[in-house]
């Protein structure tokens, strides 16, 4: 599914593409309506005169246990945070690095989303701790 979005304030265009998951029902990309849909990932885009500005993040490994690594495509990434299934933010942590390395040791086994923040970009990015 591809979103594509402008913001009058500034000017620039936005594309959005979604990824679902398709081990889970509903994964064509139809939202159910009192139910669940999983999104298994989300890559934002800058569009404008100069062309796209596509970043990227790896997270890895997943599922983890003790510790993940993040990579950028050469972008600084500024700030990460984990959410659990409910929302509730587990491990916020400001950084300055092309490729930080995360402690998930303390983190109870289960699904979680993380956010990874650089520039004016938001990328989110579903992790598993066992």
Not at 9 to 33: P, V
Not at 38 to 46: F, M
Not at 93 to 114: A, E
Request: hydrophobic letters at 40%.
């Amino acid at each position: 599914v591809f979103i594509n979005a402008d913001n009058p304030e500034t000017g620039i265009s936005y594309s959005c593409n979604i990824d679902y998951d398709f081990a889970f029902e509903n994964h064509e990309g139809n939202f159910a309506d009192n139910g669940m849909s999983v999104i298994s990932g989300l890559k934002l885009e800058a569009l404008g005169i100069n062309g796209n500005r596509g970043f990227t993040v790896k997270v890895f490994p997943n599922p983890a246990k003790n510790v993940i690594f993040i990579k950028s495509n050469d972008v600084v990434i500024n700030r990460v945070e984990i959410v659990d299934r409910l929302g509730n933010k587990v491990t916020d942590k400001i950084i300055s690095s092309i490729d930080p390395k995360i402690d998930v040791s303390t983190l109870s086994p289960g699904i979680y989303l993380i956010r990874v923040f650089f520039d004016s970009t938001i990328m989110v990015k579903k992790i598993i701790i066992e």
